[in-house]
């Protein structure tokens, strides 16, 4: 039913800087989370960032706090991450997912997934 197109991901040199968003379709829901996870060829998929549409909570994984910033923007149900001083280390897939409420369906996490944007790094 939801549907989350990712984009803006690409190749920087580290040190770099690239916004990453990721626009919601198929529904909105005004008490959901959107976050961000990251993942690498062998290794499992990562927190990064979320953010809370009831309060505009954030949240950050720790190798990237002080370097990176979710926002959202109600409007266009989009979620972004702005990424500075990026690492070869942040190199990976990123992929946007959203959770509902559990009164309307949802598991308790994330619900929904978008297919990915790469971004490389490199040093």
């Known amino acids: 039913q939801v549907q989350l197109v990712e984009s803006g991901g690409g190749l920087v040199q580290a040190g770099g800087s690239l916004r990453l968003s990721c626009e919601a379709s198929g529904g909105t829901f005004s008490r959901k989370t959107m976050g961000w996870f990251r993942q690498v060829v062998g290794k499992e998929r990562k927190f990064v960032a979320s953010?809370?549409?009831?309060?505009?909570?954030?949240f950050y994984g720790d190798s990237v706090k002080g370097r990176f910033t979710i926002s959202g923007d109600n409007a266009k149900s989009t979620v972004y991450l702005q990424m500075n001083a990026l690492k070869p280390e942040d190199t990976a897939l990123y992929y946007c997912?959203?959770?509902?409420?559990?009164?309307?369906?949802?598991?308790?996490?994330?619900?929904?997934w978008g297919q990915g944007t790469r971004v490389i790094v490199s040093s």
């Open positions: 953010i809370q549409w009831t309060d505009g909570t954030t």
């Open positions: 997912a959203v959770a509902i409420p559990m009164d309307l369906g949802g598991s308790g996490g994330f619900d929904f």
